[in-house]
């Protein structure tokens, strides 16, 4: 049914469906993707708070529209092909992350954190959207990696800052322990158990939302099991919402479960609402 939704939108939009070729063209240049990320910014910042609020809208139109991230052609559904490889290179599944973010619209959020951005779509999508539902003092990407998009981001938004350090050094652990703490932190970097397991404990105690990507992924068993230890082990102290919807096209083809969001609000943050 969904592919089907799919598919009548991407006629609707004008695009052909076409069948996946081997790869897509990686030849676009630095600048021209700034330039392209630029304008699909200020599409989504043209968009008004209903049709923010709409999780199906999200999912179906603005997201897919907002551009895809091409490195993982081989195992996304084959719908998304007209959408992969411009925009904000989104590695998410739009039905997974359109939820998420209208969950997080109910929530009072003045500061964000990710821990692992690559080319930064999640974090310019979720920056924006946080933007637009609550009075944001700041957001902070950290990767060990430079990325064009992001830093031309930060340029344009004097809300954003850009770090380049390794989560495991001593120096992140102490500006973390030194922070007052955020309202929200996505931990989406080091996919390893040991890597995962290190970056949750040191924002565990600094964070009134965390939030973990691919915790029901096949090829990332290790934020599976720490996604799983942290529910069994931290009850008492938050709630729990997961955000796993699945194609089936994708998974009838490949045979595997991809990417799933798990996001954990404290209980004393529940109540704190717009």
């Given at each position: 049914m969904i592919k089907n939704l799919i598919k009548k939108f991407l006629k609707l939009a004008g695009y052909e469906i076409r069948k996946i070729p081997s790869k897509i063209?990686?030849?676009?240049?630095?600048?021209?993707?700034?330039?392209e990320a630029i304008l699909t910014i200020n599409y989504l910042r043209d968009k008004d708070l209903k049709y923010l609020s709409d999780a199906k809208l999200l999912e179906l139109d603005l997201l897919p529209k907002l551009g895809l991230h091409n490195n993982w052609i081989n195992q996304a559904p084959d719908e998304f092909y007209p959408f992969m490889g411009h925009g904000l290179y989104l590695w998410q599944y739009p039905n997974q992350f359109s939820k998420y973010l209208v969950h997080l619209s109910q929530f009072k959020i003045d500061t964000y954190l990710e821990i692992g951005v690559?080319?930064?779509?999640?974090?310019?999508?979720?920056?924006?959207?946080?933007?637009?539902?609550?009075?944001?003092?700041?957001a902070i990407a950290v990767d060990i990696k430079s990325f064009p998009i992001i830093t031309e981001?930060?340029?344009?938004?004097?809300?954003?800052?850009y770090m380049l350090v390794d989560t495991r050094s001593a120096a992140f652990k102490e500006l973390i322990?030194?922070?007052?703490?955020?309202?929200?932190?996505?931990?989406?970097?080091?996919?390893?158990?040991?890597?995962?397991?290190?970056?949750?404990?040191?924002?565990?105690?600094?964070?009134?939302?965390?939030?973990?990507?691919?915790i029901v992924d096949d090829?990332?068993?290790?934020?599976?099991k720490?996604?799983?230890?942290?529910?069994?082990?931290?009850?008492?102290?938050?709630?729990?919402?997961?955000?796993?919807?699945?194609?089936?096209?994708?998974?009838?083809?490949?045979g595997s479960t991809r990417l799933g969001i798990g996001m954990?609000?404290?209980?004393?943050?529940?109540?704190?609402?717009?």
């Amino acid at each position: 049914m969904i592919k089907n939704l799919i598919k009548k939108f991407l006629k609707l939009a004008g695009y052909e469906i076409r069948k996946i070729p081997s790869k897509i063209n990686q030849s676009i240049t630095d600048q021209a993707r700034i330039d392209e990320a630029i304008l699909t910014i200020n599409y989504l910042r043209d968009k008004d708070l209903k049709y923010l609020s709409d999780a199906k809208l999200l999912e179906l139109d603005l997201l897919p529209k907002l551009g895809l991230h091409n490195n993982w052609i081989n195992q996304a559904p084959d719908e998304f092909y007209p959408f992969m490889g411009h925009g904000l290179y989104l590695w998410q599944y739009p039905n997974q992350f359109s939820k998420y973010l209208v969950h997080l619209s109910q929530f009072k959020i003045d500061t964000y954190l990710e821990i692992g951005v690559n080319q930064g779509g999640s974090f310019i999508m979720t920056t924006e959207y946080l933007k637009r539902f609550n009075k944001l003092k700041y957001a902070i990407a950290v990767d060990i990696k430079s990325f064009p998009i992001i830093t031309e981001y930060r340029n344009m938004n004097p809300l954003v800052n850009y770090m380049l350090v390794d989560t495991r050094s001593a120096a992140f652990k102490e500006l973390i322990k030194n922070h007052p703490g955020f309202d929200l932190v996505l931990i989406d970097g080091d996919h390893t158990e040991e890597g995962c397991r290190n970056d949750f404990e040191i924002i565990k105690d600094k964070a009134n939302i965390f939030v973990l990507h691919d915790i029901v992924d096949d090829f990332l068993p290790g934020v599976r099991k720490v996604w799983n230890e942290i529910k069994g082990s931290y009850a008492d102290e938050y709630v729990f919402f997961e955000y796993t919807d699945q194609y089936e096209s994708a998974k009838r083809k490949y045979g595997s479960t991809r990417l799933g969001i798990g996001m954990a609000i404290r209980k004393s943050f529940l109540n704190v609402k717009m």
